[in-house]
């Protein structure tokens, strides 16, 4: 099945703190692509092609790589002469999971079916080979020079010699005053590059259409790596002259790895993940990386006080190669021991803001009682009919959007367009039909965020939506996942039971779903039953108990507008996993910016202050 077309992203091009860009040439080239689903049979048959043309191919940790063919690079002879243990020439990757073709030589990737073509002995009529590329990427700096003296000391590392950065592939750009690294793919081609404003210490990617770029520094028959996440760092361990271990700078730090880099991590048997971990969206990105790179040969260093990133460990003068010894896998085994986990729980210790989870700018009473937004747990929302569960579902989300949470949205009962009108007027803070001007202005903001919709709607049944998710989370690093509502995968199952066991089935799967893959999954639902006089418990909404048992947070809206005359609506948290405070968040409502936010409404009442009484000088 093609799950991309499932998945529509928001923006293609995002800012973040770090100034993580991706560029306009990313963004129109990017949207012309595809991403594909795995499918079993069609791999299967693959490799069965493979064998038969005696083919060389080789699986590896995230991609089988292969003799590619798909292009018009080698003559006919040399293909009839290939054979299956010797590689002819550029390797292609197809991604274990997704089951994408990826061709670094020639930076293309096509669907598995596409490529199945190419290697047919006849290939079907109608069918082509690509030309064969030459990549050829084109600096967006045509003014880089050799590091001067005064830009390496601009950096402020202790020690560190104009001659040390140049040697690691390093080059100045002395009117914006950065450094600039190359970005390379698995075939060692250019495909981009990374910038270190020296000024305010902000990155920036670019890349070309495949953002399979990444930094590595050391030589190519070194098997083991250590993954960083921004340029500080990398310059701290390459310069180092670690024997050991290749240095890899992340091109998109903690917020993405695109599949289209992994095969440039093919060749490591070992990774170890040493990150500086500066924005709360960031952590435990290590665990969601891992799993994508193929935990197994993961390692992890846990950031704690004495074990920092590696360029506050140079300031601390703390042992480089010491703290890399120290690296333990990622994952536990099934049965461990205290020992085993004494580093996690400091690190978890010194870092316990962070562990709190990502807090709302919006909703500080909901920091209070909940810590912070955490990965892998789940959340259901519910409240009467009409209470506006959408409205603030929507909110919630943004809120956490705008601060870097990847968030995927399952809107079954309203349409896409709706639901990102209402996310962007909560954006805006006001309706802009009367301020149409305005529009572009604010769009090509919003479409920064990193926000995806799923394209289902009406009813659906629970097995395709998991898989879209579940693609939607390996390629877009998806942390947050909204179903609004859980009634619209109700009835359309072949079970054709008890309904309160259908509901209790899909919330198990949901649970499931979000500790498995470490996402946080919103689920909105409708209560059980309505008595408008009385006001929803857990017991009303669920009809169960299993519902609330699986849940980590509850949260209800009660509406006592509706029973009373000067009733207010507001939130109960009436579960509460994590650190178990039970409370309530009054929600007083802005029609005009759909929010329910008192920080949103006293700074509008502040703006209007300030128009209608212009202050006297
Ligand atoms: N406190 C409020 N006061 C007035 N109008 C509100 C309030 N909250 C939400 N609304 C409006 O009510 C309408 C319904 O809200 P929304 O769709 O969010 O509710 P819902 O609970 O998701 O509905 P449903 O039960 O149909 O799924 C929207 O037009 C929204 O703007
Ligand atoms: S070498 Fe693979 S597409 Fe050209």
């Given at each position: 099945?093609r799950?991309?077309?499932?998945?529509k992203?928001?923006?293609?091009?995002?800012?973040?703190k770090t100034r993580c860009?991706l560029?306009e040439?990313h963004?129109?080239t990017?949207?012309?692509q595809?991403?594909y689903?795995f499918?079993?049979?069609?791999?299967?048959d693959?490799?069965k092609q493979?064998?038969?043309?005696?083919?060389?191919?080789?699986?590896?940790?995230?991609c089988?790589?292969v003799?590619c063919r798909?292009?018009?690079?080698?003559p006919?002879a040399?293909?009839a002469t290939a054979?299956?243990?010797?590689?002819q020439?550029?390797?292609a990757y197809?991604?274990?999971r997704t089951g994408?073709?990826i061709?670094?030589?020639?930076?293309?990737?096509?669907?598995?079916?596409h490529?199945l073509?190419?290697?047919?002995?006849?290939?079907?009529?109608g069918f082509?080979r690509?030309?064969e590329?030459?990549?050829?990427y084109?600096?967006?700096?045509?003014?880089l020079?050799?590091?001067?003296?005064?830009?390496?000391e601009a950096?402020g590392?202790?020690?560190?010699?104009?001659?040390?950065?140049?040697?690691i592939?390093?080059?100045?750009?002395?009117e914006?005053?950065?450094?600039?690294?190359?970005?390379?793919?698995?075939s060692?081609?250019?495909v981009g590059?990374?910038?270190?404003h020296?000024?305010?210490?902000?990155?920036?990617?670019?890349?070309?259409s495949?953002s399979s770029?990444?930094?590595?520094?050391?030589s190519?028959n070194?098997?083991?790596?250590?993954l960083v996440?921004n340029?500080?760092?990398?310059?701290?361990l390459?310069t180092q002259n670690?024997?050991?271990?290749?240095i890899?700078c992340l091109?998109y730090a903690?917020?993405?790895?695109p599949?289209?880099?992994l095969?440039?991590l093919?060749?490591?048997?070992?990774?170890?993940?040493w990150?500086?971990?500066?924005?709360?969206?960031?952590?435990?990105?290590?665990?969601?990386f891992a799993?994508?790179?193929?935990e197994k040969?993961c390692?992890?260093i846990?950031p704690?006080?004495?074990?920092p990133?590696p360029?506050v460990?140079?300031k601390k003068r703390?042992?480089i190669?010491?703290?890399?010894a120290?690296?333990?896998p990622?994952?536990?085994?099934?049965?461990?021991t205290?020992?085993?986990?004494?580093n996690?729980?400091?690190?978890?210790?010194?870092n316990?803001e962070?562990?709190?989870g990502?807090k709302?700018?919006r909703f500080?009473?909901?920091?209070k009682?909940?810590?912070?937004?955490?990965?892998?747990?789940?959340?259901?929302?519910?409240?009467?009919?009409?209470?506006?569960?959408t409205?603030f579902t929507?909110?919630?989300?943004l809120d956490l959007?705008?601060?870097g949470?990847?968030t995927?949205?399952?809107?079954f009962?309203?349409?896409?367009?709706r639901l990102?009108a209402t996310?962007?007027?909560q954006f805006v803070?006001y309706p802009?039909d009367?301020?149409?001007?305005?529009?572009?202005?604010?769009?090509?903001?919003?479409?920064?965020?990193?926000?995806?919709?799923m394209t289902?709607?009406?009813?659906?049944p629970?097995?395709?939506?998991l898989?879209?998710i579940?693609?939607?989370?390996?390629?877009?690093?998806i942390s947050?996942v909204?179903?609004?509502?859980l009634q619209?995968m109700?009835?359309?199952?072949?079970?054709?039971?008890?309904?309160f066991?259908?509901?209790?089935?899909?919330?198990a799967?949901?649970?499931?779903?979000?500790?498995?893959?470490?996402?946080?999954?919103t689920?909105?639902?409708?209560?059980?039953?309505?008595?408008?006089?009385?006001?929803?418990t857990t017991s009303?909404v669920f009809?169960?108990?299993k519902a609330?048992q699986?849940?980590?947070n509850?949260?209800?809206?009660q509406?006592?507008?509706?029973?009373?005359?000067?009733?207010?609506?507001?939130?109960?948290?009436?579960?509460?996993?994590y650190?178990?405070?039970?409370g309530?968040m009054?929600m007083e409502f802005?029609k005009d910016?759909l929010?329910?936010s008192?920080s949103?409404?006293s700074?509008?009442r502040?703006?209007?202050?300030e128009?209608?009484?212009?202050t006297?000088?």
């Open positions: 099945m799950l991309a077309g499932l998945i992203p928001l923006r293609l091009l995002r800012v973040n860009l560029s040439q963004y129109a990017k949207a012309e595809e991403e689903a499918n079993t049979k069609e791999y299967l693959f490799k493979l064998r038969q043309l005696n083919v060389y191919n080789r699986d590896g940790h995230t089988l790589q003799d798909l292009c018009e690079r080698l006919a040399a293909r054979t299956a243990s010797r590689s020439g550029p390797l197809v991604n274990k994408a073709f061709c670094p030589n020639c930076d293309v990737k096509v669907s598995l079916t490529a073509e190419a290697y047919q002995t006849v290939p079907p009529s082509r690509l030309p590329k030459s990549l050829e084109a600096t967006r700096f045509p003014n020079i050799s590091v001067t003296a005064e830009a390496c950096l590392l202790k020690g560190l010699k104009e001659t040390q950065l140049n040697a592939g390093a080059q100045f750009e002395p914006q005053k950065l450094l600039h690294f190359r970005l390379r793919n698995a060692h081609k250019i590059e990374k910038v270190l020296l000024g305010d210490r902000s990155e920036q990617t670019f890349q070309c495949s770029g990444l930094l590595i520094h050391g190519g070194k098997t083991k790596a250590v996440s340029l500080l760092d990398f310059i701290v390459a670690i024997e050991t271990h290749c890899i091109p903690m917020q993405q790895l599949q289209e880099c095969p440039g093919e060749r490591f048997k070992e990774l170890v993940f990150l500086h971990y500066d924005a709360t969206p960031s952590w435990d990105a290590a665990s969601a799993q994508k790179m193929d040969r390692l992890l846990r704690t006080e004495t074990e990133a360029h460990a140079l703390l042992n190669r010491h703290i890399l120290k690296a333990t990622v994952r536990h085994k099934a049965i461990t205290f020992n085993a986990l004494r996690d729980i400091l690190s978890e210790l010194q316990i962070k562990v709190n990502v709302w700018k500080p009473v909901l920091n009682l909940l810590k912070g937004h955490r990965k892998g747990e789940l959340t259901i929302l519910t409240g009467p009919t009409g209470s506006g569960k409205t929507s909110e919630y989300s959007a705008m601060q949470v990847s995927l949205w399952g809107s009962e309203i349409r896409n367009t990102a996310l962007l007027r803070g802009l009367d301020k149409l001007q305005e529009f572009d202005h604010w769009a090509t903001e919003f479409e920064r965020l990193p926000l995806y919709f289902f709607h009406g009813q659906q629970l097995k395709p939506v898989e879209a579940e693609h939607a989370q390996y390629v877009h690093d947050h909204i179903i609004d509502n619209f109700m009835g359309v199952s072949s079970y054709r039971g008890d309904k066991w259908e509901q209790d089935s899909i919330i799967a949901f649970r499931g779903f979000a500790t498995k893959h470490n996402v946080h999954v689920l909105v639902m409708h209560p059980r039953k309505e008595r408008q006089e009385d006001e929803l009303s009809g169960t108990a609330t699986e849940a980590d509850v949260l209800i809206i509406d006592k507008r509706l029973t009373a005359v000067r009733g207010k609506k507001y939130l109960q948290v009436a579960k509460n996993r650190s178990g405070d039970l309530i009054p802005d910016a929010s329910y008192s949103v409404q700074a509008k502040r703006r209007e202050r128009k209608t009484s212009p006297e000088s």
